[in-house]
């Protein structure tokens, strides 16, 4: 049973950091491409950013870019998003996925992410 557990979210000030982290189990991790996607309250689940399966290939929707790194351990079946310079814009839940994708052009397409985890609240305050 493949399981993604996100960790790390809470509530932080604008300006501020936090590190999400997704533990991956029940598959082969270094096969999967892996993202995370956020979804604010009345809003559709948007695209953040992605990471090739051997960690070389990285892609940020462009909100994000120059504050928010993705990056992972094959080694731990982790994933993570450090999340600088935080915004009140950035406030949503963030979920993770594992994908099988091969294309850097594919890697926003929510469809492709076969498994996803329950999500958690990120919160930036003004």
């Known amino acids: 049973q493949v399981q993604l557990v996100e960790s790390g979210g809470g509530l932080v000030q604008a300006g501020g950091s936090l590190r999400l982290s997704c533990a991956a189990s029940?598959?082969?991790?270094?096969?999967?491409?892996m993202g995370w996607f956020r979804q604010a309250l009345g809003k559709e689940r948007e695209f953040v950013a992605a990471i090739s399966r051997s960690g070389g290939s990285t892609y940020y929707t462009d909100s994000v870019k120059g504050r928010f790194t993705i990056s992972r351990d094959n080694a731990k079946n982790t994933v993570l998003l450090q999340m600088n310079s935080l915004k009140p814009e950035d406030t949503a839940v963030y979920y993770c996925a594992a994908g099988l994708i091969f294309s850097g052009t594919y890697y926003s397409a929510q469809n492709l992410y076969a498994y996803w985890g329950q999500g958690t609240q990120v919160t930036v305050s003004s």
């Open positions: 029940g598959l082969t991790f270094s096969d999967f491409a």
